[in-house]
């Protein structure tokens, strides 16, 4: 996958589980403020995120993760 | 002094129908909400027979973070609660400002703790779980998402009491607000109907195998039945204070006036005639009433062998040569189990507040237990204000209600 097609699948995928219109999410976008993210929705998140991408997101990791493009970034740097 | 307990709403979500009215035309009619599910015998069922309930869809109803922690059982308990909380007048404003409780039967989340699992040992990673696995898999799942959906401030309980577990809720519920705990408590059962939640069941041979003819395998006291057909859905009975409910002009529509348990302390799944008996007499006594006043007996009948002759030992005991109109909905249902105690009142609340009495299917020809009852096998059309509804669970737990119209 590049970095377009993740950016795509990801989107996707997020605005279709949180129930957001796709448009919503953007590269600076903060990720638990745009998809109204809790301590346990925050969990479906990483997994979901692994689920397409296949990539794992440890807890630790998850700290550094708070935009979009943080996201896009840690995934493709692991593909 | 004990306070009065009564009912002030109702809901359903049965394969019957979704709502107190459609399900009131289907007992009215005699119409089986039983089918044949040919994915069952795929899976290596003996009976591919259930009740027919459709999932509801409640993606407009509630967000994305209330559905995802609820089992299928609790989006039936959701249907079913919310249609009694409206017609019991029960806004959000006097729930906010009151201590309503929750007691609701339910004893299993099968399904959800297979998901979890299927992840688990597939993927050896639990965070794939998802955050809803947790919520969805407990025994109280229905409970805490009910009491959360529904902002209820008052008892939060689970009652876990096998195919009784709905009349226990009820029957406890109402001893709470005798003995001034609570004013108004929302009651109920919910029961999951997908086919990994009772494929145990169906191992042990207590399933109907007449799958050529599905609304006639379901046979409650007939000679030739041959096991219960598996149904569920839900249904909630909201019960109040007779003061509460006359306080804030809420509509009065029964009273609970006995409640009855026992436990047989004998087989773990064969029921027997003492315990049954006991919890009867207990519930008649409790109610303080003439039994001849009793003008409906809706049996725990499941239509298994034993079962069924050993109610039907029990039923004649008690009401000596007093023979109301007995019949076992399940002939029409299947076998509601967690949540049969709460939706068989729901019945017969239908049946009591339109003066009729729903056919028992099937009931073709007696053995010679229920011969000595007085099943009908047609409907009657009858005016009666007292009916006593019987509920049984494996471990010998026995729950009876008594309730009367207002």
């Known amino acids: 996958m590049n970095k377009q097609e993740i950016v795509e699948k990801i989107n996707n995928a997020l605005a279709e589980e ?49 935009t979009f493009e943080n996201l896009y970034k840690f995934i493709e740097e692991r593909l | 002094m004990k306070r009065r307990v ?5 809901g359903i979500y049965s394969c019957l129908g979704k709502d107190l009215e459609t399900v009131q035309t289907s007992l009215y009619n005699g119409t089986s909400g039983i089918v044949f599910d040919a994915a069952r015998k795929e899976m290596g069922f003996r009976s591919g027979l259930t009740g027919n309930v459709q999932i509801p869809d409640l993606k407009n109803v509630l967000s ?46 099968a399904e959800a703790v297979m998901n979890s699992i299927d992840i688990m040992r597939d993927k050896k990673n639990t965070t794939l779980i998802g955050s809803g696995g947790i919520f969805k898999s407990m025994n109280s799942t229905v409970t805490m998402n009910l009491a959360c959906i529904f902002k209820l401030k008052g008892i939060n309980l689970t009652i876990s009491g096998a195919c009784a577990s709905g009349s226990h809720a ?17 009651c109920g059962g919910a029961q999951e109907v997908n086919p990994y939640s009772i494929g145990s ?31 569920g859905g839900a249904a909630t009975v909201i019960i109040e204070s007779y003061e509460s409910a006359v306080k804030r002009g809420a509509p009065i529509l029964a009273e609970v006036c006995g409640y009855g348990f026992s436990s047989n302390g004998d087989h773990i799944s064969v029921p027997n005639v003492d315990g049954p008996s006991r919890s009867l007499q207990m519930a008649i006594r409790e109610a303080g009433i003439d039994i001849r006043k009793i003008g409906y007996v809706n049996a725990h009948a499941t239509s298994t062998p034993v079962g069924d002759s050993n109610e039907a ?94």
């Open chain 2, 313 to 406: 030992k029990a039923i004649a005991n008690v009401f000596g040569d007093y023979k109301p109109e007995v019949t076992s909905t399940k002939s029409m249902t299947g076998h509601e189990m967690w949540m049969a105690g709460a939706s068989e009142v729901v019945y017969s609340m239908l049946m009591m507040k339109n003066d009729f009495i729903a056919a028992n299917l099937n009931f073709e020809n007696p053995d010679e237990d229920s011969v000595k009852l007085n099943i009908p096998s047609v409907r009657v059309h009858k005016h009666f204000d007292t009916f006593l509804s019987n509920s049984f669970g494996f471990g010998g737990t026995n729950s009876t209600l008594v309730i009367k119209n207002l």
């Open chain 2, 201 to 231: 069941f169906d191992g042990i041979s207590a399933f109907s195998v007449r799958e050529s003819e599905p609304t006639k395998a379901s046979r409650p006291f007939d000679r030739d039945r041959d096991g219960l057909v598996p149904g």
């Open chain 2, 170 to 186: 009820i029957g406890l519920g109402s001893l709470l607000i005798q003995w001034g705990l609570q004013d108004c408590i929302v």
């Open chain 2, 6 to 10: 009564v009912i002030t709403g109702m």
């Open chain 2, 64 to 109: 994305r973070n209330q559905r995802v922690y609820i089992p299928e059982q609790g989006l039936y308990a959701y249907v079913a609660t919310a249609e009694a909380l409206s017609n019991a007048k029960l806004t959000q404003d006097y729930i906010d400002a009151h201590e309503i409780g929750l007691l609701y039967g339910n004893d299993s989340s």
């Open chain 1, 18 to 66: 949180f129930e957001i219109e796709v448009s919503k999410i953007t590269p600076d976008g903060d990720i638990k403020e745009t998809l109204d993210l809790d301590s346990l929705s925050l969990v479906d998140m990483v997994a979901l995120v692994e689920n397409v991408s296949g990539v794992e997101i440890k807890g630790t990791d998850v700290v550094s993760i708070k």
